[in-house]
């Protein structure tokens, strides 16, 4: 056993040697910081301007779709006034919310309870502005003229000027002037009905129509209360009415049966660790596998088989390679804590459910202990694959069945948390080759 601890030693020095163990080390808590971070930075700074028209030849709705882009703007910008707060302002400071709920009164009520180092709060940028036509394209022509006139702004191929800037359209709004004769009422439409049209190039970012669609058909059913003698706001009480549904979890301790998010999160969240550990794994099995050929084509096994015995090669490749990989895994959860500890603060309440999820379960020494047996496992199997190739390239051949075998708890991974003693769960946890993800999810 003293030779094989020796070449587990020297496994773990010559991979913590390598640039890509390190590369391996630094990249996950940079994934996880990019995750936390940039769909937050992108929707503050990546997504830009978009301007559009309202041609509104009924007269009725223009003014509340520029009133709702407005107010959904001063909305964005009080939410990151209440982050900006929690990190800048005083502890006794008010909530944003307590200024009348309007952005522009809660900067400057808040003014006099930031910390005298706090930097200018940036607003969010606005994602949709409303904007007067093109010159040249007359509000009063026929819709189907109008749209033409619109075509090439729309797409992008002309463009006009804005504020001193050049710019194109997102999107057009053309409402005809008999849009309450085309209400469909107690039916789905047509879809060859006509109605309000929506133009625009871009079909992934539905939000803007989404908003004008809520609008002008929240405006149409309060004419129609209104003409029918029904007092909307009492209709949007009755709308309001419901019997809350209250969800109990009968294995809590009594007085805390109640369901609330971490615990949907403590659900869930083995199958995120599943998913680690598949990483983990497949990625230090390859590099067993590669460290393997390349000795033995390399001659080097020869070499090393003159002085131990192969099985305590074999036993000290298994332990090195095992250490570089709870290495690695462990920066790994380091690194997932450590974030979590970051943005656990302030209004970030996910986060802070996670954490609190991860410090009230086991499942980081789960994690631990399903990736050294599950690793010992598929190292074993490579280690037969590596025995009977000498090349790179022909080992591929049956890592490609490794791969198969691997993506049955990828396939399950959703499914097992909806129903963890099924029969689905109960069999897969029986086959050695899925026990460690089936038996952490």
């Known amino acids: 056993m003293k030779y094989a601890f020796l070449i587990a030693v020297r496994e773990f020095v010559e991979n913590a040697k390598t640039k890509g163990f390190w590369i391996g080390i630094l990249m996950f808590p940079v994934i996880l910081f990019a995750a936390a971070q940039v769909p937050m930075l992108l929707e503050k700074k990546g997504t830009p301007l978009r301007n559009f028209v309202v041609v509104d ?78 010159p040249g394209v007359s509000s009063n022509s026929p819709l189907p003229e109008l749209a033409e006139s619109l075509k090439p702004f729309i797409s992008g191929n002309r463009k006009f000027g804005v504020d001193g800037q050049q710019a194109s359209l997102f999107a057009a709004v053309l409402i005809p002037g008999n849009a309450e004769e085309l209400v469909v009422r107690g039916a789905r439409a047509n879809p060859d009905a006509q109605g309000l049209e929506y133009w625009s190039a871009n079909l992934a970012d539905m939000s803007l129509r989404d908003e004008i669609e809520r609008v002008v058909n929240s405006e149409l059913r309060r004419k129609e209360f209104a003409a029918s003698g029904v007092d909307p706001q009492m209709v949007r009480q009755i709308e309001h009415t419901h019997l809350p549904v209250v969800s109990l979890n009968p294995k809590k301790t009594a007085g805390s049966e109640k369901v609330g998010r971490q615990d949907v999160i403590r659900q869930w969240a083995p199958s995120a660790f599943v998913y680690l550990l598949w990483i983990a794994i497949f990625s230090i099995v390859q590099m067993l596998l590669n460290n393997t050929i390349e000795e033995k084509s390399n001659k080097i096994i020869e070499v090393l088989l003159s002085s131990v015995t192969p099985g305590e090669l074999m036993m000290g490749k298994l332990a090195g390679i095992a250490a570089t990989g709870l290495a690695m895994i462990g920066s790994w959860l380091v690194a997932l804590v450590a974030i979590l500890l970051w943005k656990a603060g302030g209004q970030s309440e996910i986060p802070r459910e996670m954490l609190g999820v991860v410090k009230t379960t086991y499942l980081l020494p789960a994690f631990v202990v399903y990736f050294v047996f599950g690793y010992l496992m ?17 080992s591929q051949n049956f890592m490609g069945a490794i791969v198969m075998v691997l993506m049955v708890p990828m396939l399950t991974m959703t499914f097992i948390p909806k129903d963890p003693n099924g029969t689905v769960a109960t069999v897969l946890s029986w086959i050695p080759l899925y026990t460690p993800f089936i038996m952490l999810n």
């Open 378 to 394: 598929y190292a074993g199997i490579i280690l037969c694959i590596g025995a009977v190739c000498n090349t790179l390239k022909e």
């Open 57 to 134: 030849q009924s007269g009725q709705f223009s003014k509340l779709i520029y009133e709702a882009i407005e107010q959904n703007h001063d909305l964005r910008v009080l939410r990151a006034l209440g982050e900006y707060s929690t990190v800048h302002a005083l502890s006794n400071a008010p909530s944003v919310y307590a200024f009348g709920g309007s952005a522009s009164n809660a900067l400057v009520g808040l003014q006099p309870h930031l910390k005298p180092d706090a930097p200018k709060f940036e607003p969010p940028m606005r994602r949709f502005r409303m904007i007067a036509l093109p």
